[in-house]
């Protein structure tokens, strides 16, 4: 029985080595998360590496096309290396990609606050903020400009309820959303006031965020700021942060039992002074 012989056709090199940038750079942007979330790194550094993954992933998607090029012309095999190239860049590249088209639209501001003429202040997290990271004192006007324009909905949130019970309500999303939380309750001649560090998906950069809760006339104000840590553009992350945590504020409030009136003690009663009695030998006669 004559054997039958197979020639196997060579592969494609820039196949070969497309998969293998594009499964080096996925394993590198796994690490990066670990790297930027538990603070291994200093910021800046981790986020050269991230950068330096994503331009690994950006090389592996041009040798994958090239690759797929010499294939289509040349008949080599390694088409299934060439396609699994492109399909793990194109999915690493998606959410820088989504960044960037963002990132065309909005400014380049970082702090975002509902009062932008006195806006909620620092104070555990001013201590935090060392280093290379953004300062805490409030940008300007010229960051408020900018933030009216892209964000026209962030605004004071006004409430019927007491001061108290909108700090409760404050103190109780916040916690809702396991947040490192620096709580201050209002007191007489001073606002309350709940600190807290939100962590921004996917790689959990920090976001510092005050809510700042002051009595007014008919019930409460309660007033946001979140800023990023570092870096000079948030991508909007900090105006998302302010909405959702101030309406889950609002539906917090609204949910909560009416407040039951503050009455005064009540006064004991002076009982009158009951006649001493008679002597039993004079009241005998």
Do not use: C, H
Request: glycine share 6%; no cysteine.
């Amino acid at each position: 029985m004559r054997r039958r012989t197979f020639i196997q056709e060579p592969n494609s090199r820039l196949a070969a080595w497309a998969l293998r940038m594009a499964v080096f750079s996925l394993i590198a942007t796994v690490l990066d998360v670990f790297i930027v979330f538990f603070d291994v790194l200093e910021f800046r550094p981790a986020l050269a590496t991230v950068a330096g993954s994503v331009a690994l992933a950006l090389i592996a998607l041009l040798l994958a096309f090239g690759g797929f090029a010499v294939i289509w012309k040349d008949g080599l095999g390694g088409l299934g290396a060439a396609v699994g190239a492109i399909a793990i860049s194109i999915g690493l590249l998606g959410y820088p990609a989504y960044l960037a088209a963002k990132a065309y639209k909005l400014p380049r501001i970082y702090d975002i606050t509902t009062d932008p003429i006195d806006p909620p202040r620092y104070r555990e997290l001013a201590r935090i903020r060392v280093g290379d990271a953004n300062p805490t004192i409030y940008a300007g006007l010229a960051t408020a400009e900018q933030q009216r324009a892209a964000y026209p909905e962030i605004e004071p949130l006004d409430e019927e309820a007491s001061a108290r019970a909108a700090y409760q309500a404050v103190l109780a999303v916040m916690t809702k959303r396991k947040w490192k939380l620096y709580p201050s309750p209002p007191e007489r001649g001073r606002d309350g006031q709940v600190e807290g560090v939100a962590r921004s998906p996917p790689l959990g950069i920090r976001n510092d965020v005050v809510v700042r809760i002051r009595a007014i006339r008919d019930g409460s104000r309660i007033d946001a700021r979140s800023s990023s840590r570092y870096g000079n553009f948030d991508f909007g992350s900090n105006a998302a942060l302010i909405r959702r945590l101030l309406d889950d504020v609002d539906e917090a409030i609204s949910n909560q039992k009416p407040e039951q009136p503050v009455l005064p003690p009540p006064t004991k009663k002076q009982q009158p002074k009951s006649a001493p009695k008679a002597n039993q030998s004079t009241a005998k006669r």
